[in-house]
């Protein structure tokens, strides 16, 4: 788009809408701003905020000089420092694609597992998003009472993940990607692009954030699940796959190590979110337990509205987040 612009002498503007979680495109802005390189336009950039981020980015002057300096600063650097025309070459390029084809392909097969769907309505509270009334959209798309992929919204797919601290959106399928490749004899390209590649480490940066935001004790009782069992041990399989891929590559010893203020950050508000999360899960297994057997008791409705509410609390605190 930039080099058709520049070809007929028209000045193009970005509008980058960016949400809160990194799954969705939020995470480390400033860092991808100032990767692009000289062959993407940065004559002006414009970006929204998720509601839930602005009292965090913005709520206080010293946020928000720190936070408008990180973007300030993004556009001086991409256009002083940056030494190379294009900031991936072919060979760099056809490495990520690489990668891309494998990860997406493996994302891909978890996607079509047939308990996919069944279990994510099964272990996260997805089913009643559309209760809290707390989202500007309805949480699945037509007018089918049944979930699927095809009708289910962004916010409510990405949201159950991370209420039920999985974050599958943000890393699943990387670790084999790279797994691959190094069975390919193709590892230390990837450590040198990784060393050398603002944008490529920015990408693994957004990852390694969302494996940090996850817990797989709060639903490892699901391991052994006649049903589910088998798709929770995929996922967190993927997951121990590639954090070891994702620390090998950075020499660190534990995920986001180079980021010391953003881990304090997540682990201040996971002391608001694991005590809600673990009522949340106890008053799910309840509810489940009261389906299973066909009874419908005052209980069970109390149990719903508490789940609810916790939603409102894990979800304010998990954007918020770093």
């Known amino acids: 788009m930039t080099a058709i612009s520049k070809e007929h002498g028209i000045d193009v503007v970005f509008f980058d809408g960016r949400g809160g979680p990194p799954a969705r495109g939020g995470g480390k802005t400033h860092k991808f701003y100032a990767s692009l390189g000289k062959n ?16 965090s980015n913005f709520g206080n002057i010293d946020s928000a000089q720190y936070n408008l300096e990180q973007l300030i600063h993004a556009g001086i650097s991409n256009e002083i420092l940056s030494n190379k025309e294009t900031i991936l070459d072919e060979e760099e390029e056809n490495l990520i694609q690489q990668l891309a084809d494998i990860s997406f392909d493996s994302y891909s097969q978890l996607k079509n597992h ?4 069944d279990y994510l309505i099964h272990a996260s ?34 949201g159950a993940w991370s209420q039920l601290k999985q974050n599958v959106t943000g890393y699943f399928g990387v670790g084999t990607a790279l797994q691959k490749l190094e069975q390919q004899g193709k ?42 069992g088998e798709i929770w041990q995929i996922i967190f399989k993927e997951y121990e796959l590639t954090k070891q891929y994702i620390l090998r590559l950075s020499g660190k010893s534990e995920l986001m190590d180079d980021y010391p203020i953003e881990q304090q950050s997540i682990q201040m508000r996971e002391r608001i979110v694991l005590p809600l999360l673990t009522i949340q899960q106890y008053a799910m297994i309840r509810v489940r337990e009261m ?24 979800i304010n605190a998990g954007r918020n987040s770093a």
Do not use: W
């Not at 970006?47 to 839930?52: E, K, R, S, V």
């Not at 954030?209 to 709060?218: I, V």
């Open 125 to 158: 509270p997805l089913r009643f998003y559309s209760d809290t009334n707390i989202g500007s959209r309805p949480s699945k798309r037509g007018g089918s009472s049944r979930m699927s992929l095809k009708n289910l919204r962004a916010i409510p797919f990405v």
């Open 291 to 314: 389906e299973e057997a066909l009874i419908n008791p005052p209980t069970k409705t109390t149990y719903e509205k508490l789940l609810m509410r916790c939603s409102f609390g894990i």
């Open 187 to 228: 590892l230390s390209a990837i450590k040198k692009l990784y060393s050398e590649s603002l944008f490529f480490k920015t990408l693994l940066d957004n990852c390694e954030m969302a494996m940090h935001k996850s817990f797989f004790p709060l639903t490892a009782h699901l391991a052994d699940h006649p049903k589910f």
């Open 114 to 117: 047939p308990d996919f769907v």
């Open 40 to 55: 993407i336009s940065s004559k002006e950039i414009q970006l929204t905020i998720q509601g839930q981020t602005v009292s």
